[in-house]
C-alpha cells in the first residue's frame, strides 16, 4: 500500500476555565502528531502513541499568591520544555521526507 502525503501538526494552547468557587483552573501543553491524508476519510490523525504531548494543569484560588506562583511555574515549564517539542517536531518532519 502506498502513502499519499504527509503533514505534521503542530498545536499548542494555554486554557482557562473560572469555576463556581472562585477558583480557576489552567491548563497549559502542546502535542505534534503526524496527519495523512486518506483518499476515501480525508485527512486521519495517527493513535496516540505517535503523539509527541506536554500537558500540565494547575488549580487555585483568583488573586491569590498561589495562584501567581503556579502561572510562573507553568510559564516556566512550557518554556523549558519547548526546545524539545521544536526538535521533536523537526525529527518527525525528517523522518517523513526520508519515507
Not at 505534521?8 to 497549559?28: M, P, Q, Y
Amino acid at each position: 500500500m502506498k502513502m499519499g502525503p504527509t503533514e505534521i501538526c503542530f498545536s499548542g494552547c494555554v486554557l482557562f476555565e473560572v469555576l463556581n468557587d472562585k477558583r480557576i483552573h489552567i491548563t497549559a501543553g502542546y502535542t505534534s502528531y503526524p496527519l495523512f491524508h486518506h483518499p476515501v476519510f480525508g485527512i486521519v490523525r495517527m493513535v496516540a502513541d505517535e503523539t509527541h504531548t506536554w500537558k500540565k494543569e494547575t488549580v487555585a484560588l483568583v488573586g491569590s499568591a498561589q495562584l501567581t506562583n503556579e502561572v510562573e511555574a507553568l510559564k516556566k515549564e512550557l518554556l523549558e520544555n519547548l526546545p524539545q517539542a521544536i526538535r521533536a517536531f523537526a525529527e518527525r518532519v525528517r523522518s517523513f521526507q526520508q519515507s
